[in-house]
């Protein structure tokens, strides 16, 4: 009850009376029940377990000043991502919801005030006998009237209402508190939806370049192997070899060509990706083909414990967590009475002109205390549910710092062992071209048969595709490390003026 004790004895000083209902409400104006909200704890460690002893080839750093994806320097990345701001429907959603969340402040804030309305009316009676008959104006007030001869009667009113409920235990507050806490996990999740769909299009990007990259490779391989093919169908002709190796050839070129088709099913998906993030339809949108770059930028990890500051998703569930704590104080405020203070003021009169003389005026005030003393429990039970949603909020926040951590931990080992596994790959590539070079030098020489040409060129041709994937590997692990970081986000911002939440 230590929560309790200043508005308690704040009711204990003065005796509840129509003179002094209002100078104990702003007394009590500064107390609310229930626990302030303090952040909790989480597991955070002290440096990333994978970023210790790793100097990347390629370091790179974001300019403040700049957005995340102009480290990779691709003009058309930058005109693609600056419409996934204007176009893509899921943030567009996601920003509906954050304006909802926003307008719920005021609607609990308006809560705070007194509510006024004002009314006018005119009432028409008759009675058969024209005795005297009781009639409930407008404005709520009852007056008895003179019905004349003719059985009828119009009376005509005006008047306003007020009514107040006063906050003492500080349940609106608390809710409005809820409502200013949710409204920024409600633009922090913007943020990170945001977030996660400019990754996605810079993923769908750099997969598409290395696509085109795929593409070209096969083509210099079809054209290679077609070559080849004449040159084994002219050494027929001549007598100096068989059909088998004419055979091998075709089969070669057109195992190639298929697999050539097939990279074309996988640019087009990754276009059709990249026309919806933008808010596109997929037959709007045509990307030609362009270079892929083997350069790799890597952003400095920082420390674990900024992660906590940088990433949208944590700052959601944080918010989402003093939310929670909000509404334990609403629903420990069910426990103590309710003060409303209502009033009245109008006039009536059987005839319009002088209708707002002062004779004619009635009014009334007064204050109204009430206290559920039964409710079968409910109350106990909605305090219970509201610290388990607490409880569970406090629990998600955790496991989102956790998860953000494994996340981090996993692009650093991935880039790691990807550029240690492409330099190996790089090697490869390097002595199966000098292979296939003496092979098909052998071949000419009549030393070997064409199958051990078709073998080494095989090879060759799958290391080259092998160290493109691990580049592309490494571009997409390269924008998720950057997404898992923040992408430069920082929760300060959902403190501005421009993200609309109204201050608590």
């Known amino acids: 009850m230590t929560a309790y004790k200043p508005c308690l004895i704040a009711l204990q000083r003065w005796p509840l009376t129509v003179a002094t209902a209002v100078t104990v409400a702003l007394a009590l104006a500064a107390c609310a029940v229930g626990p302030d909200y303090h952040r909790p704890s989480a597991a955070i460690a002290t440096a990333y377990k994978e970023d210790q002893g790793w100097k990347p080839a390629t370091p790179g750093e974001i300019q403040s000043d700049k957005p995340w994806w102009s480290i990779y320097d691709d003009p058309l990345l930058d005109s693609l991502e600056l419409q996934v701001e204007v176009s893509n429907q899921t943030l567009k959603a996601d920003e509906a919801a954050y304006r909802s969340a926003v307008a719920a402040i005021g609607v609990d804030r308006g809560t705070l005030f007194p509510s006024v309305s004002v009314n006018g009316g005119v009432t028409r009676s008759g009675s058969a006998s024209g005795v005297n008959q009781a009639i409930t104006t407008s404005s709520g007030t009852a007056v008895t009237t003179g ?226 003393v039964f409710n079968g429990g409910a109350t106990l039970s909605q305090n219970r549910e509201a610290r388990a949603n607490y409880d569970q909020a406090v629990a998600t926040y955790r496991q989102t710092v956790l998860s953000a951590f494994q996340s981090v931990e996993d692009d650093l080992v991935t880039l790691r062992v990807l550029e240690q596994q492409g330099q190996l790959q790089q090697s490869a590539v390097k002595d199966a071209r000098l292979s296939e070079q003496l092979t098909v030098n052998q071949y000419k020489s009549g030393i070997v048969a064409y199958s051990s040409v078709i073998t080494v060129q095989s090879t060759r041709l799958v290391d080259e595709i092998n160290l493109l994937g691990i580049q592309s590997q490494q571009r997409v692990s390269s924008v998720d490390l950057i997404s898992q970081l923040g992408g430069g986000w920082d929760a300060a911002q959902l403190d501005r003026a421009d993200r609309g939440v109204p201050s608590h």
Do not use: C
């Open 147 to 372: 019905v004349g001869s003719n059985g009828h009667r119009t009376i005509y009113s005006a008047g306003a209402q007020a009514s107040w409920s006063i906050d003492v235990w500080g349940r609106i507050r608390r809710l409005v508190e809820s409502d200013v806490a949710k409204a920024q996990a409600s633009a922090a999740d913007v943020a990170a939806a945001r977030l996660s769909a400019q990754a996605l299009l810079a993923q769908d990007y750099f997969q598409l370049r290395a696509a085109d990259e795929q593409m070209r490779l096969y083509q210099t391989e079809i054209d290679n192997f077609q070559a080849a093919l004449t040159i084994t169908q002219n050494q027929v002709k001549a007598g100096t070899t068989t059909l088998a190796d004419v055979y091998a050839a075709q089969t070669q070129l057109e195992s190639t060509q298929a697999s050539a088709v097939n990279v074309q099913l996988t640019r087009a998906k990754f276009e059709h990706a990249i026309a919806v993030l933008i808010g596109k339809p997929p037959s709007e949108l045509a990307i030609d083909q362009g270079s892929f770059s083997t350069t790799v930028p890597v952003v400095p990890a920082g420390v674990p414990s900024a992660l906590l500051e940088r990433r949208p998703d944590i700052a959601a569930a944080e918010r989402s967590m003093a939310s929670a704590n909000a509404l334990v104080g609403v629903a420990e405020a069910a426990w103590f009475p309710t003060l409303n203070l209502t009033g009245s003021y109008g006039f009536t009169s059987s005839v319009l002109p002088g209708l707002l003389k002062a004779s004619n005026s009635l009014w009334s005030f007064g204050p109204a205390l009430a206290e559920n």
